[in-house]
Protein backbone atom coordinates (compact mmCIF):
# COMPACT_ATOMS: atom_id res chain seq x y z
CA UNK A 1 0.00 0.00 0.00
CA UNK A 2 0.94 3.09 -0.90
CA UNK A 3 0.43 6.45 1.60
CA UNK A 4 0.12 9.76 0.07
CA UNK A 5 0.04 12.91 1.86
CA UNK A 6 -0.05 16.11 0.26
CA UNK A 7 1.16 20.19 1.18
CA UNK A 8 1.67 23.60 0.28
CA UNK A 9 -2.05 24.77 -0.52
CA UNK A 10 -3.17 28.07 0.76
CA UNK A 11 -4.00 31.68 -0.30
CA UNK A 12 -2.55 33.48 -3.04
CA UNK A 13 -3.76 36.25 -5.56
CA UNK A 14 -4.08 35.62 -9.42
CA UNK A 15 -0.79 35.76 -10.71
CA UNK A 16 1.70 33.98 -8.28
CA UNK A 17 2.64 30.76 -7.47
CA UNK A 18 2.52 27.65 -5.31
CA UNK A 19 4.48 24.30 -4.60
CA UNK A 20 2.53 21.58 -3.42
CA UNK A 21 4.14 18.52 -2.58
CA UNK A 22 3.38 14.80 -1.86
CA UNK A 23 4.84 12.58 0.47
CA UNK A 24 5.36 9.08 0.22
CA UNK A 25 5.69 6.06 2.30
CA UNK A 26 7.71 3.74 1.81
CA UNK A 27 10.46 2.73 -0.67
CA UNK A 28 8.29 1.74 -3.85
CA UNK A 29 6.73 5.02 -4.56
CA UNK A 30 9.08 4.85 -7.52
CA UNK A 31 8.16 2.38 -9.27
CA UNK A 32 4.68 4.55 -9.78
CA UNK A 33 3.23 7.08 -11.85
CA UNK A 34 2.56 9.81 -10.18
CA UNK A 35 -0.33 11.96 -11.40
CA UNK A 36 -2.09 15.74 -9.48
CA UNK A 37 -6.19 15.76 -9.74
CA UNK A 38 -8.35 19.13 -8.61
CA UNK A 39 -11.82 19.24 -7.91
CA UNK A 40 -13.74 22.11 -6.92
CA UNK A 41 -16.84 22.36 -5.03
CA UNK A 42 -20.12 21.08 -6.96
CA UNK A 43 -17.99 19.65 -9.57
CA UNK A 44 -16.13 16.86 -11.39
CA UNK A 45 -12.51 15.44 -10.66
CA UNK A 46 -10.10 16.82 -12.92
CA UNK A 47 -6.79 15.44 -14.43
CA UNK A 48 -4.03 18.10 -14.35
CA UNK A 49 -0.94 16.17 -14.73
CA UNK A 50 0.80 13.14 -14.63
CA UNK A 51 4.62 12.07 -14.06
CA UNK A 52 6.58 8.65 -15.19
CA UNK A 53 8.19 6.41 -12.36
CA UNK A 54 11.12 7.49 -13.30
CA UNK A 55 10.41 11.06 -14.06
CA UNK A 56 11.13 11.17 -17.53
CA UNK A 57 8.10 11.65 -19.23
CA UNK A 58 5.51 14.14 -18.47
CA UNK A 59 1.93 14.79 -19.37
CA UNK A 60 -0.34 17.88 -18.76
CA UNK A 61 -4.15 18.91 -19.16
CA UNK A 62 -4.76 22.10 -21.85
CA UNK A 63 -5.24 24.27 -18.35
CA UNK A 64 -2.23 23.24 -16.71
CA UNK A 65 0.49 23.52 -19.78
CA UNK A 66 2.58 25.71 -19.79
CA UNK A 67 1.79 27.18 -16.37
CA UNK A 68 2.33 24.17 -13.90
CA UNK A 69 5.41 21.77 -13.84
CA UNK A 70 4.71 18.23 -12.43
CA UNK A 71 8.08 16.65 -10.73
CA UNK A 72 9.28 14.00 -8.33
CA UNK A 73 12.23 13.05 -6.66
CA UNK A 74 12.23 9.18 -5.81
CA UNK A 75 14.95 9.44 -3.38
CA UNK A 76 12.90 11.49 -1.33
CA UNK A 77 9.98 9.61 -1.76
CA UNK A 78 8.07 13.38 -3.02
CA UNK A 79 5.99 14.51 -5.59
CA UNK A 80 5.42 18.29 -6.32
CA UNK A 81 3.05 20.50 -8.62
CA UNK A 82 4.95 23.91 -9.32
CA UNK A 83 1.87 26.25 -9.93
CA UNK A 84 2.87 29.28 -11.49
CA UNK A 85 0.42 32.30 -13.07
CA UNK A 86 -2.51 31.24 -11.29
CA UNK A 87 -5.81 32.02 -11.63
CA UNK A 88 -9.29 32.10 -9.52
CA UNK A 89 -10.48 28.61 -11.84
CA UNK A 90 -7.41 26.90 -10.06
CA UNK A 91 -9.06 27.14 -6.96
CA UNK A 92 -10.11 23.70 -5.77
CA UNK A 93 -9.03 20.95 -4.01
CA UNK A 94 -6.08 19.27 -5.06
CA UNK A 95 -5.11 15.61 -4.71
CA UNK A 96 -1.96 13.58 -6.10
CA UNK A 97 -2.02 10.10 -6.80
CA UNK A 98 0.00 6.92 -7.56
CA UNK A 99 -1.10 4.83 -10.55
CA UNK A 100 0.64 1.74 -11.20
CA UNK A 101 0.89 2.14 -14.86
CA UNK A 102 2.98 3.04 -17.81
CA UNK A 103 0.50 5.14 -20.17
CA UNK A 104 0.55 8.52 -18.64
CA UNK A 105 -2.35 9.59 -20.94
CA UNK A 106 -4.84 7.09 -19.64
CA UNK A 107 -4.30 8.49 -15.98
CA UNK A 108 -6.37 11.25 -16.98
CA UNK A 109 -9.38 9.09 -17.63
CA UNK A 110 -8.89 5.89 -15.10
CA UNK A 111 -7.41 7.90 -11.90
CA UNK A 112 -5.12 7.11 -9.23
CA UNK A 113 -4.72 4.00 -7.52
CA UNK A 114 -3.78 5.16 -4.28
CA UNK A 115 -4.73 9.05 -3.20
CA UNK A 116 -3.98 11.60 -1.18
CA UNK A 117 -6.20 13.62 1.25
CA UNK A 118 -5.77 16.44 -0.64
CA UNK A 119 -4.80 20.75 -0.18
CA UNK A 120 -6.95 23.67 -0.29
CA UNK A 121 -5.60 25.72 -3.03
CA UNK A 122 -7.47 28.96 -3.27
CA UNK A 123 -6.21 31.89 -6.00
CA UNK A 124 -8.48 35.42 -5.56
CA UNK A 125 -8.27 37.78 -7.85
Known amino acids: QVQLVESGGGLVQAGGSLRLSCAASGRTFGTYAMGWFRQAPGKAREFVAAISWSGGATYYADSAKGRFTISRDNAKNTGYLQMNSLKPEDTAVYYC??????????????????WGQGTQVTVSS
Open 97 to 114: AAVRTTDLVTIATRGGDY
